[in-house]
């Protein structure tokens, strides 16, 4: 799939749960007020930052998708990054205003004006759990088909979402019951949900535009490879670096000593086109041959 059409993937499930978001933050909200439930009502909040983090991520993915110019000749995926970090910062201050409400209520001990949650409350939060959680399969299992960081910071911001309607849930459960704290309760643990989500994000594509290395499982495909490839004797180096979601890699191979300059390029050449299209996910690879001798000690980068 060319990058083109990845990104129109990416943006058109985005733009569907936009749509779907900004509905069920409307339902949620006009349940948790005419039902009486705070839990619900912080739960629509938690949705209505999904719109705001799914923006986010329309803009990071097509910014990531422009071609490499003069000023950013490596191109522009770790936009992308920048844009998971955006979507985390905002996730963050959500769940904080969402468990400072939570922990007032329960320290203040002012249950007042509570009134005993109605049964829509409670069948919109059931609602919202089964709606959240399609919308995070939907939206994850396109993310891993382009490879999107974002979408997938996308996609766990609406499993949290549904994890924090299972609070409201509870809350909803209890008020009918009469526990009136449980509400308050269900609030600091949706606020847990987003700041635990918000943290995972966040270190994930920190990690990403910091050129961490990729899992040893990818790094020992691709030593494997080039192993495997005509006129290849040895792997001496093999770096890798994520950025974005694409990675570069640099490799040292050895080859015949007397071999003319030609074939050792053409060895060269096969395997930097060998890589590249065995492994989509590689955006770029030096290759840097050495020559081969039998007495030489092997140097492999671990």
Same mark, same amino acid.
């Given at each position: ?28 909200? %006009? /349940?948790?007020?005419?039902?009486? +439930?705070? *839990?619900?009502?912080? @739960? $629509?909040? !938690?949705?209505? #930052? =999904?719109?705001? &983090? ?86 994850? %299992? /396109?993310?891993?088909?382009?490879? +999107?960081? *974002?979408?997938?910071? @996308? $996609?766990? !911001?609406?499993? #949290? =979402?549904?994890? &924090? ?138």
């Amino acid at each position: 799939m060319k990058s083109n059409d990845l990104t129109k993937v990416a943006v058109r499930v985005s733009v569907i749960t936009i749509f779907m978001n900004a509905a069920l933050v409307v339902f949620k909200l %006009l /349940a948790g007020i005419f039902g009486k +439930s705070y *839990a619900l009502i912080s @739960d $629509a909040i !938690h949705s209505a #930052s =999904d719109v705001f &983090s799914t923006v986010i991520v329309i803009i990071g993915v097509k910014v990531s998708a422009k071609k490499a110019d003069k000023n950013h000749p490596f191109g522009h995926e770790r936009f992308e990054c920048v844009a998971a970090i955006l979507l985390a910062v905002v996730l963050f201050a959500t769940g904080v205003g969402v468990g400072y409400s939570g922990v007032k209520n329960i320290v203040t001990g002012d249950y007042k004006n509570f009134a005993v949650p109605k049964v829509i409350a409670l069948v919109a939060a059931a609602v919202s759990i089964v709606v959240k959680e399609g919308m995070f399969w939907y939206t994850y %299992l /396109a993310a891993k088909k382009v490879n +999107s960081s *974002a979408l997938k910071a @996308d $996609a766990w !911001h609406h499993r #949290s =979402d549904a994890l &924090s309607s299972v609070g409201s849930l509870v809350g909803v459960i209890g008020g009918m019951c009469g526990v009136k704290i449980l509400d308050s309760i269900a609030c600091i643990v949706i606020c847990l949900f987003i700041l635990k989500a918000a943290v995972q994000i966040f270190w994930d594509a920190v990690k990403k535009m910091t050129d961490e290395a990729c899992d040893d499982k990818t790094e020992n495909e691709i030593r494997e490879f080039i192993s495997s490839c005509d006129g290849v004797k040895r792997v001496d180096l093999l770096m890798t670096r994520k950025f974005g979601n694409r990675i570069y890699v640099i490799t040292e191979i050895a080859c015949e000593s007397d071999l003319p300059l030609i074939e050792a390029h053409r060895i060269a050449e096969s395997v930097h086109s060998g890589i590249e299209e065995k492994f989509p996910l590689i955006k770029h690879i030096t290759v840097h041959v050495n020559p081969y001798g039998k007495d030489e000690k092997c140097e492999i980068n671990e």
